[in-house]
T-cell receptor, first 112, second 112 residues
Framework: EADIYQTPRYLVIGTGKKITLECSQTMGHDKMYWYQQDPGMELHLIHYSYGVNSTEKGDLSSESTVSRIRTEHFPLTLESARPSHTSQYLC???????????FGPGTRLTVT | GENVEQHPSTLSVQEGDSAVIKCTYSDSASNYFPWYKQELGKGPQLIIDIRSNVGEKKDQRIAVTLNKTAKHFSLHITETQPEDSAVYFCAAMVIGYSTLTFGKGTMLLVSP
């Protein structure tokens, strides 16, 4: 079982609030990712990082931002939540050598 | 960039039957092909993967085949059980050079 954690698991918040979704892994993986997944199932990559102080935007444009100050921690922040941000957010990590990518349990965000 | 197509989008089988999900990829440089299972309310779980130096890999009731010439790979589940019901994703990447590109997912329903 992968050691990758996300908190909170569920979040209901009002429009305009600032939120931070937490993701941490204890596997020492260099690469970490954030995906957005809507009820249509498809996984959309929104951010990734290849190591400390490295962040890149993914294929799907997102108003969220990320930071990577420590190897094990990759938080995602929304400065002003909107109903359009309602979605499932999945964090993942990969070891450099193997390519095996492991996902966290996800955060279900609802913005009212 | 890489493009991964996955079929079918939904698949219904009777318990005990076999299920096959197929994916094609576009980048001939891709050398790593994982499959994920996502149960309701959970993050995707890596269930099996294959690298481009082998043509087939088995793990109990699941197997993956890879045809590099045709650029397609398939997931085979034998003796399906109701607990196999989930969404399955295929993916492809070049290890060390790219991020995973996912297919759009297949919802597998196994009826008792």
């Amino acid at each position: 079982e992968a050691d990758i954690y996300q908190t909170p698991r569920y979040l209901v918040i009002g429009t305009g609030k600032k939120i931070t979704l937490e993701c941490s892994q204890t596997m020492g993986h260099d690469k970490m990712y954030w995906y957005q997944q809507d009820p249509g199932m498809e996984l959309h990559l929104i951010h990734y990082s290849y190591g400390v102080n490295s962040t890149e935007k993914g294929d799907l444009s997102s108003e969220s931002t990320v930071s990577r100050i420590r190897t094990e921690h990759f938080p995602l922040t929304l400065e002003s939540a909107r109903p359009s941000h309602t979605s499932q957010y999945l964090c993942a990590s990969t070891g450099l050598a193997t390519g095996e990518q492991y996902f966290g349990p996800g955060t279900r965000l609802t913005v009212t | 960039g890489e493009n991964v197509e996955q079929h079918p989008s939904t698949l219904s089988v009777q318990e005990g039957d076999s299920a096959v999900i197929k994916c094609t990829y576009s980048d001939s440089a891709s050398n790593y092909f994982p499959w994920y299972k996502q149960e309701l309310g959970k993050g995707p779980q890596l269930i099996i993967d294959i690298r481009s130096n082998v043509g087939e890999k088995k793990d109990q009731r699941i197997a993956v085949t890879l045809n590099k010439t045709a650029k397609h790979f398939s997931l085979h589940i034998t003796e399906t059980q109701p607990e196999d019901s989930a969404v399955y994703f295929c993916a492809a990447m070049v290890i060390g050079y790219s991020t995973l590109t996912f297919g759009k997912g297949t919802m597998l329903l196994v009826s008792p």
